[in-house]
T-cell receptor
Framework: QKEVEQDPGPLSVPEGAIVSLNCTYS??????FMWYRQYSRKGPELLMY????GNKEDGRFTAQVDKSSKYISLFIRDSQPSDSATYLC???????????????FGTGTRLTIIP | GAVVSQHPSRVICKSGTSVKIECRSL??????MFWYRQFPKQSLMLMAT?????????EQGVEKDKFLINHASLTLSTLTVTSAHPEDSSFYIC???????????FGDGTRLSIL
C-alpha cells in the first residue's frame, strides 16, 4: 500500500462545475498538507498549504484536511478551462530534521474542464 | 512571493556530455533545495536534498558520482549530470524552501534529451 493514494483520473467536468479532488494517506505523522497544480511540461505550482486539520479558502480554492480519517480534499469552485492540469497532493511531518523536510506525493489527478 | 527560476528549460546533447542545470530562488533565501526527476505521466521522484554549505543527501538508488549537486549559496543550487547517456533523458525539477515549516516552491523544470 502506498503512503499516499490519489486517483489518477482522468477527470473531466463541464466549465462552471465544482471539482472535488482527494487524497488518502496512512502515515499519522503527516502534519503539513499541500496541493500543487502542474501544467504540462511545467513545474508544480503551490496552490494551498495547510497545517493539521481544518479548512482553508483562497479564492475559488478550498482545502480540507480530516486527520482523523487521514483524508484531504481540494475543491475548485466555478471551474475554468484554465484549471485543466494535473493536481498533486503532497504532505510531510513536522520539524526541520532531514526526514521531515521530504514531501510524499500522490500520483496526481489529471483534470480537464470542458468549455 | 516565492519565485524559483530553473535554467535551462530544454537541453539536447550528445551521449557522453556533462550537463549543468541551475536552480535559483529569486526573492527568498533557500536553506534547503531539492532535485526531482519526473517520468511521463508519473509523479515526482526525489533524487537528493541539499542544505546550503553542506553535502547533498541522495535518495537510495541515485548515483552520487553521476548526479553532482552543489548548493554554494542561499539562492543557488546546481545539478550536473555527468557523462549523460540516453537513459538519463528525463524532466528534472528543482524546488526550494525557506527555513522552518515552509512549503517547497518549484522551478519550471529542465527537459533533458540525450541523443
Amino acid at each position: 500500500q502506498k503512503e499516499v493514494e490519489q486517483d489518477p483520473g482522468p477527470l473531466s467536468v463541464p466549465e462552471g462545475a465544482i471539482v472535488s479532488l482527494n487524497c488518502t494517506y496512512s502515515n499519522s505523522a503527516f502534519q503539513y498538507f499541500m496541493w500543487y497544480r502542474q501544467y504540462s511540461r511545467k513545474g508544480p505550482e503551490l496552490l494551498m498549504y495547510t497545517y493539521s486539520s481544518g479548512n482553508k479558502e483562497d479564492g475559488r480554492f478550498t482545502a480540507q484536511v480530516d486527520k482523523s480519517s487521514k483524508y484531504i480534499s481540494l475543491f475548485i469552485r466555478d471551474s475554468q478551462p484554465s484549471d485543466s492540469a494535473t493536481y498533486l497532493c503532497a504532505m510531510r511531518g513536522v520539524g526541520s530534521n532531514f526526514g521531515n523536510e521530504k514531501l510524499t506525493f500522490g500520483t496526481g489527478t489529471r483534470l480537464t474542464i470542458i468549455p | 512571493g516565492a519565485v524559483v527560476s530553473q535554467h535551462p528549460s530544454r537541453v539536447i546533447c550528445k551521449s557522453g556530455t556533462s550537463v549543468k542545470i541551475e536552480c535559483r530562488s529569486l526573492d527568498f533565501q533557500a536553506t534547503t533545495m531539492f532535485w526531482y526527476r519526473q517520468f511521463p505521466k508519473q509523479s515526482l521522484m526525489l533524487m537528493a536534498t541539499s542544505n546550503e554549505g553542506s553535502k547533498a543527501t541522495y535518495e537510495q538508488g541515485v548515483e552520487k558520482d553521476k548526479f553532482l549537486i552543489n548548493h554554494a549559496s542561499l539562492t543557488l543550487s546546481t545539478l550536473t549530470v555527468t557523462s549523460a547517456h540516453p537513459e538519463d533523458s528525463s524532466f528534472y525539477i528543482c524546488s526550494a524552501k525557506r527555513q522552518g515549516n515552509q512549503p517547497q516552491h518549484f522551478g519550471d523544470g529542465t527537459r533533458l534529451s540525450i541523443l
